[in-house]
């Protein structure tokens, strides 16, 4: 059986580049790039998810790292908000009627600062005014006025009072605990109490009488004066109020006059007005002691400082809608905190401690979040969907939100919302959030796909050429030729594992630019060569290898067994991927299959220790399908046979190595050794079709390196299914490997041709007579289960095979 057929010529394992079709000398004479590249349906999705002004389409950007996620949502989104107009700036007031509940004030952009400004320049002057006003002589002329008639009124009364109790025989004496009584003699000195005991009964009885007349009067006189000092207060704080009202009304008739047909801010203004007159104190210095003084300071500036504006929202500096990218989303980033001061070892708060979150800021444009960020905490998921519901936000601290303090705080009132989010995220949490959170299939209706390849065409070509150049002239590297921007071209294709694509991974494509610039830098050049991208390449490789290099060395030592000459029977090499996160790498694994007499099918060993995964079980089980569509139309499927990768001790998941499961079993069956230097990848279905698989060049170029360390001898290579051909971007030492005839790559469609090339025996067809093409492999096969059948049904030798599980008892073979 010759193989030759299907050996895969070198052309065909890798697509180069040719630097010939670029016009240019370096990539300094090519313009930057506009826009972004290979992701067309995603840009489309975008642009109609951001003309849908509707609150419940906000958007979700699915795509990997690296796709241009960031960067096509911040061209989009920079063009369509600069169309669109400047959202309205927010205040926080002190709310003069309910101080616990700040007010809310809209104004136009730009308004908010001018507004700010008004208002602490117009309270400044007041203030100002309204304390000079009442150092003025001319307060103090109008004070003392008043306070002269109290005066008069008082001596007067107290006159009159005193000349009423001589009359009586007493006298008034004023002391520093108020107005008492002492009666007299009639030499007119003061009574001594001596005296006084000394008085008959009779005078005594009298002199208390006159002394109750006497105290009637004084009480009478007190009340007199109580009322006559409640009426000089009162005429003071007449006074006072006219006099700071007089001040006032010029400043706040600017006020009014300006904002005159904001309705909320008038109302405000006149709330201060009044209540700047209701505490005329803060403005008129009192006599006290130091400590006195200290404490009336600090209330008169907290007091003040409910006169100034709190400008949450600035939108001053904007000529557009806002767009904000949040990339440290903590509650109080996203949705404002209320923050305290300590006083005196009290925390106190106030209006002008409210500060705006993302969403203030973006509120009337767009807002940008990373899907991973807000995920992790749940409080602040739920607050932002509450937000998108309700249409507006309020302020609150995070431990009062969910209960976890009982502090008394403000309650602002809240603002109306209008923005449109942008989560960008992995795909997996748009589908997992999609299926487990009502909410988020109502609010995020837009999704965005980004793609991780694109055709490899001439347009896209161009673009990556464009592409270099913005990487080249942002960073300030040095150019690439022609040669190495084919390079980069081939190394795009290689990440996508495919002749026709380009991946979209840029930022993996950006690492090899750097790192090409840094190669040629050292090595003193003007422009970057070929030979310096694929140094980047290797020296990337090498930096991740070491994994991969030890279990090379391991088979090299054959602590690892893995044959690359000779002949074998049930046992040939399969080939699996290692994927460490920022490398993969390709290693042979030794495939085994023992076939015997019984009627317990095909066993997994791995399965039954439970290192199978469902794909590779799958891939195990469809391997029954096969032999009994192949060998069991007529007579029934007698058979024991074990499978297993040997020196596996870690999980296999995929199909990819059923093909070579089934060819060892089919050795094994027909006691036909296989070519250990061969080596197979391939996927197999019921009817013996070879399916395509990934990582078809790691795995390659994995068995190359192994059999390159145990050497060439032109007859080792690989067999891989005829639909992987388009995928094999290999490195250029294995294509070099294959022009010399070194090494091989075999492509095949169905399990006879590769039977054929591993045993150089032919497969055999099925002729008319239900047999197969005599000695070849099925035919073989084909008449060892007969006679195994045969027994079975003679009742010559019963058999009851152990399964060996994992946790079950180990039976003997024993004769019934």
């Known amino acids: 059986m010759d193989s030759r057929a299907y050996r895969v010529n070198a052309r065909y394992l890798h697509k180069k580049c040719n630097p010939s079709i670029f016009k240019f000398k370096s990539t300094a004479e090519i313009e930057p790039l506009v826009g972004i590249i290979g992701q067309d349906r995603a840009v ?42 400047v959202p309205s700036d927010w205040c926080y007031v002190h709310n003069f009627k309910n101080p616990d509940s700040p007010k809310a004030i809209k104004l136009p952009a730009g308004k908010g600062i001018a507004f700010k400004k008004d208002v602490s320049v117009e309270i400044e002057k007041v203030t100002k005014q309204i304390v000079r006003a009442f150092e003025s002589e001319d307060f103090d002329y109008k004070k003392n006025e008043i306070l002269n008639v109290f005066v008069e009124q008082t001596n007067a009364m107290y006159l009159q009072l005193e000349e009423e109790a001589r009359s009586q025989g007493f006298a008034i004496s004023r002391t520093q605990s108020g107005i008492s009584t002492i009666p007299l003699k009639k030499n007119g000195e003061a009574l001594s109490q001596e005296e006084y005991m000394a008085m008959p009964e009779d005078e005594r009885a009298e002199l208390m009488k006159k002394s109750s007349i ?19 207060k009162a005429r003071i704080k007449d006074l006072e109020q006219e006099t700071a009202r007089s001040v006032t009304v010029l400043h706040f008739a600017r006020l009014f006059n300006k904002y005159r047909m904001f309705a909320d801010i008038v109302e405000y203004l006149e709330d201060m007005q009044q209540d700047l007159l209701n505490n005329i104190d803060l403005f008129i210095k009192r006599e006290g002691s130091w400590p006195a003084y200290l404490f009336q300071h600090i209330d008169r500036r907290a007091s003040l400082r409910r006169y100034q504006v709190n400008l949450i929202v600035d939108n001053s500096q904007l000529d557009h809608a806002p767009v904000i990218f949040e990339n440290n989303p ?215 290898a070491m994994i991969e290099e030890k279990i090379r060395s391991y088979i090299k030592e054959h602590s690892l067994i893995i044959n690359v000459t000779g002949e074998k029977i049930g046992e040939l090499n399969g080939l699996a991927v290692y994927d460490m996160g920022d490398y993969s790498f390709g290693k042979p694994v030794r495939i085994t299959a023992k076939t015997f007499m019984g009627e317990k099918g095909l066993i997994n060993i791995e399965r039954e220790i439970r290192l199978s995964g469902t794909i590779h079980s799958k891939g195990v089980l469809t391997l ?86 145990q050497g060439l001898d032109g007859r080792q290579g690989v067999i891989i299914p005829r639909k992987n051909i388009p995928h094999l971007m290999l490195d250029d030492e294995v294509v070099e490997a294959v022009k010399s005839k070194k090494f091989n790559i075999w492509a095949v469609d169905h399990v006879n041709e590769g039977l054929e090339i591993l045993t150089g025996i032919e497969a055999g067809e099925r002729n008319q007579g239900g047999g197969f093409t005599p000695g070849s492999i099925h035919a073989r096969v084909d008449d060892k289960l007969r006679k195994w059948s045969s027994r079975q049904k003679s009742g010559k030798y019963r058999y009851n095979y152990n399964v060996y599980r994992h946790s079950g008892p180990i039976r003997r073979r024993r004769r019934l």
């Open 624 to 709: 029954n399908g096969y032999l009994g569509a192949q060998y069991a139309q007529d007579k029934p499927l007698t058979l024991s046979a074990s499978l297993t990768f040997e020196q596996s001790y870690q999980g296999i998941e995929g199909d990819s190595a059923s093909a070579a499961e089934l060819f060892a079993l089919l050795s094994s069956l027909a006691e036909v050794p296989i070519k250990q230097g061969i080596a197979v990848t391939g996927s197999v279905n019921q009817n013996g079709e070879i399916q395509p698989v990934g990582g078809v060049n790691q795995k390659i170029e994995g068995f190359f390196k192994v059999c390159k360390d």
């Open 214 to 232: 006497v105290q009637e009067k004084l009480n009478r006189a007190f009340r007199k004066f109580k009322e006559l000092e409640k009426n000089v």
């Open 330 to 544: 903590t509650y109080s980033n996203l949705f404002g905190q209320i923050e305290y001061e300590s006083e005196f070892g009290i925390l106190a708060t106030d209006f002008s401690k409210i500060k705006a979150g993302s969403v203030h800021k973006a509120n009337g444009g767009y807002l940008i979040l990373y899907a991973s960020s807000i995920l992790k905490n749940f409080y602040i998921w739920e607050t932002l969907k509450k937000v998108l519901k309700n249409q507006e936000i309020k302020v609150e601290n995070v431990t009062k939100v969910f209960g976890l303090s009982n502090m008394e705080t403000l309650e602002p009132e809240s603002i109306p919302v209008n923005l449109k989010i942008v989560l960008i995220g992995e795909p997996i949490y748009y589908y997992l959030l999609y299926e487990y959170d009502e909410d988020f299939r109502k609010l995020f209706k837009i999704k965005v796909d980004f793609d991780v390849e694109m055709d490899r065409n001439r347009v896209h070509i161009d673009e990556h050429v464009h592409f270099i150049a913005s990487v080249c002239k942002n960073k300030n590297l040095v150019h690439f030729s022609p040669r190495a921007v084919a390079a980069v071209i081939d190394y795009s294709s290689r990440l996508v594992g495919d002749q026709r694509k380009l991946t979209t991974l840029f930022n993996k494509l950006v690492e090899i630019i750097y790192e090409a610039d840094s190669w040629a830098k050292k090595e003193g050049a003007s422009i970057v060569e070929d030979r310096h991208v694929k140094r980047a390449i290797e020296e990337k490789r090498y930096r991740s």
């Open 44 to 85: 489309h999705s975008l642009s109609f998810g951001l003309d849908i002004s509707d609150s419940t389409y906000n958007i979700y950007l699915a795509g990997i790292l690296g796709t241009g996620r960031t960067t096509l949502i911040r061209e989009l989104l920079q063009k369509k908000a600069s169309s669109e107009p």
